[in-house]
């Protein structure tokens, strides 16, 4: 199988999840599935079907969490230097509105836009791998082409 590329911080947050998941949440619906069942007749006990499909999602999340960590290819960004790469903290300029972005690259498992956390299989991060400070890429988007200018590319 793929391994799939992370860093140190997504990795740590991962298995936070998977031990949560594990010794809290896992045991606390197992109780509650307990509890239901004492209400009597499962076929219309709305609490126990609910109960059972929420192990079915923690269980199935658990799967998902143990086989990317079993598959992490941890890479600590601060090792790194030089051209855009993987864990690439970058700062560009949107080149049509002069609005700063920072983006730090990093694997599928653990990103999120929303707080700057690019996948590195995105067009964005496809189109900056590679490029220096100063360069500018143009990025195809749903709403057209959008160029930016790499201001800083840094390594933490």
């Not at 609910?50 to 143990?66: C, V």
């Not at 049509?96 to 707080?115: N, R």
């Not at 189109?127 to 930016?148: C, H, M, N, Q, Y």
């Amino acid at each position: 199988m793929e391994k799939i590329p992370m860093t140190p911080k997504g990795l740590e947050a991962m298995n936070g999840e998977l031990k949560q998941l594990k010794s809290v949440e896992r045991p606390a619906i197992i109780k509650a599935i307990a509890e239901a069942r004492e209400h009597g007749d499962l076929s219309e006990n709305a609490e126990y079907h609910s109960a059972k499909e929420k192990q079915s999602f923690i269980e199935g999340r658990i799967k998902e969490l143990e086989g990317s960590i079993s598959l992490a290819q941890v890479i600590d960004p601060a090792t790194l230097s030089g051209a855009i790469k993987f864990g690439a903290t970058v700062d560009l300029v949107d080149e049509e509105t002069e609005e700063e972005k920072t983006y730090m690259i990093v694997g599928e498992a653990e990103a999120d836009i929303e707080k700057g956390l690019l996948n590195i299989k995105s067009p964005l991060a496809r189109a900056l791998i590679g490029k220096e400070e100063g360069d500018s890429v143009e990025v195809r988007t749903p709403g057209g082409a959008k160029g930016f200018e790499i201001v800083k590319i840094s390594y933490v």
